[in-house]
């Protein structure tokens, strides 16, 4: 790593100009930046001796009048990170890079009820499929006969996200205009201090979480890895031949195909489950009328022979919270088939001492005769849950008469006030399958609570918790990379 504090400064910013440009000449990045051209050229030498960077082959229209012919450098390695759900359903999990780009997407269906040996053959099957075995480094890794690279980008591609890490792999050079750039991205609700373990790699980003649930658009609906998918939707023939630019270089179609099979083994894991986690292990934990994984389930334990680093686990309540845009303090409220509390608090979500903060299926609240019971009995009492299980029936709560949502409305204010009591948040905010589908009852309820506040529906809609692990693991490979300089 560079000692001098002004040229490791001057590297960091060309990563990060290179994380949003995806390729730029040194005549490009000195302008980029702020710097002369030869500290931008200094700064590439430097960085591409450490093998962080690699010229692209490609070139600059030059000669006749048109000024000095410039090469295009790009990273080496952008890397890869593995982003995992678990839900009552299946396992989802999407292979992503540093710029963002999803390389590869695989679901996998579990039976109800879930148990924990299903779960754990789910986890290996999706992350088998990316083609790397466990214990495989990406230097032992053969490429898959079939690839699917994606297209050479323009000569000067729109921005799309951030960062890289060291290696000796090539760039991909794809555009994605919807990214937004690494410096200019909004921070989201922190989770304070989550699981974090199995940490292998130098520099890796400390903190821990986990979402998911669902399917994200794009899965394959038969469960097989789908390789090469990006967010522009950009791909090209499979297994096709190296094209060449206009300068008779390679093209970075090519480089782009061998940057995606050298980087499958992923440098970290972000896992989210629809369970509570443990803060210090990153387990799941079994606690009472939890209807989803009978007994414990230890992610890290699973992922950490398939990734090169951190295995970062947290439950899909926290990662919808973090989701949530432009509130720093508030109460997330998940119902559906289950039921859990996010609090956030100056933009971090308070996790408490062993992880199990928000867990209110116990919360005291009114039920339907006007007496004290646990919230989780108020369902059981009309009738709403699933068969052999204390999962919520969503379907049947939806079509509940008047009488029974409005006595549902009462026991969600019955937890609110109790929330509002302890953590004193400014609004409360409804997320799952049928929270938002309540928010008029819940709302009417609420307004007779000792002090009501602002109840509204969540602003993120889909698969939330997905969205948010997906951006942890996307800044933490970008933090590596940067941090590599």
């Known amino acids: ?47 591409t001796e450490r093998g962080l960077l690699a010229d692209t082959g490609e070139r600059t229209p030059g000669g006749r009048g048109k000024g000095r012919v410039g090469q295009y450098y790009a990273l080496a390695d952008p890397g890869s990170a593995l982003v995992i759900g678990i839900a009552p359903t299946g396992v989802a999990a999407e292979l992503i890079d540093a710029y963002g780009d999803t390389l590869a997407r695989a679901t996998r269906p579990i039976d109800r009820p879930a148990h924990p040996a299903a779960v754990v053959r789910a986890l290996q099957s999706v992350t088998l499929s990316f083609g790397t075995p466990p214990g495989v480094t990406p230097q032992q890794k053969t490429a898959p006969a079939v690839t699917t690279p994606p297209a050479p980008p323009p000569a000067r591609p729109a921005p799309p996200s951030e960062a890289q890490s060291p290696g000796k792999r090539s760039p991909t050079g794809a555009p994605s205009p919807d990214k937004a750039p690494f410096a200019e991205r909004p921070p989201t609700a922190g989770v304070s201090d989550p699981a974090v373990s199995g940490g292998r790699s130098p520099g890796a980003s400390p903190s821990g979480e986990a979402p998911f649930g669902g399917r994200s658009p794009g899965w394959s609906p038969s469960g097989e890895a789908s390789f090469g998918g990006r967010a522009s939707g950009a791909s090209s023939s499979v297994g096709q031949a190296p094209t060449e630019s206009s300068s008779g270089a390679p093209s970075s179609g090519s480089f782009a195909a061998a940057a995606f099979f050298s980087a499958v083994r992923p440098r970290l894991a972000v896992v989210s489950a629809a369970d509570p986690v443990d803060r210090a292990t990153g387990r799941l934990v079994q606690l009472p009328d939890a209807p989803f994984l009978v007994g414990s389930l230890d992610p890290v334990a699973v992922l950490s022979d398939y990734v090169d680093g951190p295995v970062v686990v947290d439950n899909d309540v926290n990662w919808a919270a973090r989701a949530e845009p432009a509130s720093s303090d508030f109460a997330y409220l998940f119902l559906g088939e289950g039921l859990g509390c996010a609090i956030v608090s100056d933009g971090s979500v ?123 693991a996307l800044d933490r490979l970008r933090a590596q990379i940067v941090d590599s300089r």
């Open 1 to 47: 790593m560079e000692t001098n504090p002004v040229r490791s400064l001057t590297d960091e910013q060309v990563l990060r100009a290179l994380l949003h440009h995806r390729r730029l000449t040194r005549a490009e990045l000195a302008a980029e930046i702020g710097v002369s051209k030869p500290t931008a050229g200094e700064s590439v030498r430097r960085l």
């Open 350 to 472: 308070q996790r408490g001492r062993s992880g199990l903060a928000g867990e209110i299926a116990h919360i005291l609240t009114v039920g339907r005769d006007g007496r004290a019971t646990p919230f989780i009995e108020v369902f059981r009492a009309l009738g709403l849950r699933r068969p052999d299980s204390s999962a919520i029936d969503v379907g049947r709560l939806l079509a509940a008469p008047v009488a029974d949502r409005r006595a549902i409305g009462k026991a969600v204010a019955g937890v609110v006030a109790a929330i509002v009591a302890l953590a004193d948040p400014a609004e409360i905010v409804l997320g799952g399958a049928w929270g938002p589908a309540l928010l008029v009852e819940i709302i009417a309820a609420v307004a007779g609570t000792p002090r009501p506040l602002p109840v509204r529906a969540s602003a993120v809609t889909g698969e939330s918790s997905l969205a948010a692990a997906r951006q942890d």
